[in-house]
């Protein structure tokens, strides 16, 4: 019996053997594709990275939780018009942006603005997602001469707002598991990717009425979340939206507004849209009953309104 169980560990440890050299290949290839994506500009703040791309009017694309500037081109692919160029930052704690000793929504602003002083731009138009929606409000109200118009999606509870509403789809617990290291989630990745999408609340209800694009969206939205060790510290940050030392009026915000929100999003509130919505003078809000945290099935409408929005406030550059 000893000597039968010699081959099947040889297997075994052949097996974990090649496992590994996979996973080391694939995390280096992550690694390296996510640098040579990015640009770094240094600012007193310290330095921002961010990725750009498509021509036109500049539009910065701020990304949600777990994200960096790989997820903020995501987004701007998805729902920006042609006519645009667009330059995606990494918040901080997010590849190529180290944490700073000053880490608040407030600080993010301002950094925000030292790299748009860095790329020569004046004005710019704002996309955000989720947590990248309270820097970009305060951004607004911190320097309003600097901000044309925002569009906002799916947005992130913020102070004066707690997160008590949520009703994550996972349990918090299974959150941690999967982005305490970079394995767990490569191994999801890599042999059962579908498992991975009700963590960003596209549950099969809503992944039936995808189109195909909607599809290749998500599947890009879970692979950009490695390496996950590159976002730990701004995963953990994300509390800084809801600390009540900077809080955010959205009734001081002067720019054309658009907001975008699904009634059933469970990762973030649409009472936090509904607020904001009602605390902006002039807001547009375009709220759908269903599509979730990534507003799958109503890419299209939203790329639409959001043209027809940007045409409204921009038309002279978006011509």
Known sequence: MRRARWPL?????????????????????????LADNARVIETNLG???????????????????????????????AFLPDGYRWI???????????????????????AFAKLLDGLGIERV?????SGGVPPALQLALRHPDRVQALVLLSLAPYAPLTAEEQELPVPIWLYDA????DLPLWVLTRLAPGTLAPIFDARPELTVQMSASEADFLDAMIAAFLPVTQRRAGLANEGAAIDPAHPIDPTQVGAPVLIVHAGDDRLTPVATARFTAEGIPGAEALIFDTGGHLLLGHHTEVRQRIAAFLAIHLPAQAE
């Open 125 to 129: 138009t704002i996309i955000a997602m």
């Open 88 to 110: 995606a930052p990494s918040r901080f704690g997010y590849p190529g942006s180290p944490m700073p000793d000053e880490p608040s929504t407030a600080a993010q602003a301002d």
């Open 178 to 181: 999967l982005f305490a290291t």
């Open 47 to 77: 330095p921002v990275a961010y990725a750009t791309g498509g021509q036109g009017v500049p539009v910065l694309a701020i990304h949600g939780a777990g994200g960096g500037h790989d997820q903020g081109r995501l987004l701007a692919r």
């Open 9 to 33: 560990l040889l297997v075994i440890g052949a097996a974990l053997a090649s496992l590994g050299w996979v996973y080391l290949r694939d995390m280096r290839a992550i690694a390296a594709q």
